[in-house]
């Protein structure tokens, strides 16, 4: 009735902050019945095709510039690279509106890759070297996060499993485990992407991802939930070729237009270029989103542990001959399968078996090959075909040429062949003594167990009470007194009249 609606937008109109979708905000008469003083567009990445998120929904907000011209508007994203950034100005109409880009660069975090072997065991191995702390571990899909859970608690672990299949009762229960620290102060949560959104605990020191994500985009999001207190933490992550052939086939089955599929396609290859790259990870993680890192950062698995490198002048040479003799125009399978000469009846059907570069690569076998291609890709010296699926042609002449002439040799790092493939497993330690070089881990550890039974009494998370950083330091220093208590970082006046005599306590049982 009329006098319904106009009680329900006199609410409206006494919000302070309303939180909404770009549906609903859309659909009905719900605009009209606002008096907004400000328009804060979330996640703004969404709106951007290239964006890793892409929602059709949220081009639609467009037309606030319209509806509101007085009203200000603000985008906001952590995660867009140069392209997304330039379609969320166009797309949202903020061409006079002021950018403010801070750094992409979360130097606390060591990125650690390892090669997909034994999965199980790689993992259980990471997580044996993280007891005591708190992480995420992602996985692709439902079925995978609660098999890994089980898993997990079987070896002992306090894991809890999340993903969008279960009651929300279940997921709230999760949650608030995870956030509190459950029996151990130390959980963890084996999730799908479901799980992220406005997750703020700061001790998180490690994130796992046993399944690629689906691009650096989301890769930088789910990893940057970790180390928020500016510790120490750790990014690891297992990767595989057997990830891509069902990454290729959830874009190639959904129902997004031709064009994005192309679009997601590229950013899978980004990816994928990240994980084969040789040298400092960081950097090429960086320059995905327009920023330059001078120098290797010496906290990636690219620095701290280099991989030796082959001379693959000739077999350059041989991939980028395949790809010009066979069109510029095929994909990585493919081209692999011309280079190791391949019988199949579609390399048959082509006429490729009756050229020259059929079967003149058989000194790499199949994922020493397709790790070269990905390499290449990476430099640049092959680049993705706009209107193709998957199919490489030649990047910049002046990167290419040299390289087929011989004049630019080309040194990486390759997987070792087949019979001698090593097995990668576990990760190394990041203590949070990398900070406080002289804390005892005892009693740290006593210090945790502390901070646990305080926040349980009160109902609250364990970093509410003290974050990571103030008992590392407590646990370096061993202040004495109340006045030494009071020059510990995150001790101000009001928690030092709370805690400071049981600290000073249990620092005292310890000395």
Not at 5 to 23: C, G, I, T
Not at 283 to 310: I, K, T, W, Y
Not at 464 to 480: C, I, K, M, W
Request: with cysteine.
């Amino acid at each position: 009735t009329r006098k319904e609606s106009s009680a329900a937008s006199d609410v409206y109109k006494r919000q302070q902050l309303l939180y909404v979708s770009p549906e609903r905000l859309l659909a009905g008469d719900l605009l009209e019945r606002l008096q907004p003083g400000l328009f804060a567009i979330d996640e703004a990445h969404c709106v951007s095709q290239w964006g890793h998120d892409f929602r059709p929904e949220y081009i639609q907000l467009g037309v606030l510039a319209e509806r509101f011209p007085e009203v200000p508007r603000l985008a906001l994203t952590a995660t867009a690279d140069p392209r997304t950034r330039q379609e969320i100005v166009e797309r949202l109409r903020l061409q006079d509106g002021r950018v403010f880009l801070a750094s992409f660069d979360r130097p606390n975090i060591r990125y650690l890759l390892r090669s997909k072997e034994q999965p199980a065991r790689q993992l259980l191995t990471f997580l044996e070297e993280q007891r005591g702390n708190s992480g995420i571990v992602y996985a692709r899909s439902r079925s995978r996060v609660d098999s890994v859970t089980a898993q997990l608690q079987a070896a002992g672990f306090e894991a809890v499993g999340y993903h969008a299949g279960m009651e929300t009762s279940r997921r709230s229960a999760a949650l608030e485990r995870f956030r509190n620290g459950g029996d151990t102060g130390a959980v963890v949560v084996v999730a799908t992407i479901a799980f992220g959104m406005g997750i703020d605990k700061p001790d998180v020191r490690f994130v796992a991802h046993v399944d690629l994500p689906k691009s650096l985009e989301a890769y930088y999001q789910e990893t940057g939930r970790a180390g928020r207190d500016g510790l120490p933490a750790v990014a690891w992550m297992l990767h595989g070729p057997g990830d891509v052939p069902q990454l290729r086939r959830f874009i190639d089955d959904s129902a997004a237009a031709e064009e994005q599929k192309r679009i997601e396609h590229g950013k899978l290859d980004a990816l994928l270029g990240f994980t084969d790259a040789p040298g400092c990870r960081r950097q090429v993680l960086l320059r995905h989103f327009g920023e330059q890192l001078a120098e290797p950062c010496g906290n990636c698995d690219g620095c701290l542990e280099p991989r030796a490198l082959s001379d693959v002048t000739v077999p350059a040479q041989k991939l980028l001959s395949a790809v010009y003799r066979t069109g510029q125009r095929f994909g990585s399978n493919h081209l692999v399968d011309v280079l190791l000469g391949a019988d199949t009846e579609r390399i048959r059907a082509l006429g490729h078996d009756q050229l020259s570069v059929h079967g003149i690569g058989t000194e790499l076998d199949r994922e020493q090959w397709r790790t070269l291609v990905r390499q290449l890709t990476g430099l640049g010296l092959l680049e993705p075909v706009p209107e193709g699926r998957g199919g490489l042609r030649f990047g910049a002449d002046t990167l290419v040429k040299p390289v087929l002439r011989g004049e630019q040799p080309l040194e990486l790092p390759l997987p070792p062949p087949r019979a001698e493939r090593r097995r990668a497993t576990g990760a190394s330690r990041l203590q949070p003594g990398d900070t406080w070089t002289d804390a005892d881990p005892e009693l740290v550890a006593r210090l945790k167990a502390w901070r646990t039974e305080q926040a349980r009494s009160q109902g609250v998370p364990p970093y509410v009470v003290f974050h990571d950083r103030t008992l590392l330091e407590l646990a370096s220093r061993r202040p004495g007194s109340v006045a030494e208590l009071a020059g510990v970082a995150g001790i101000g006046a009001a928690k030092l009249e709370r805690y400071g005599d049981a600290l000073l306590d249990v620092l005292a049982r310890d000395a």
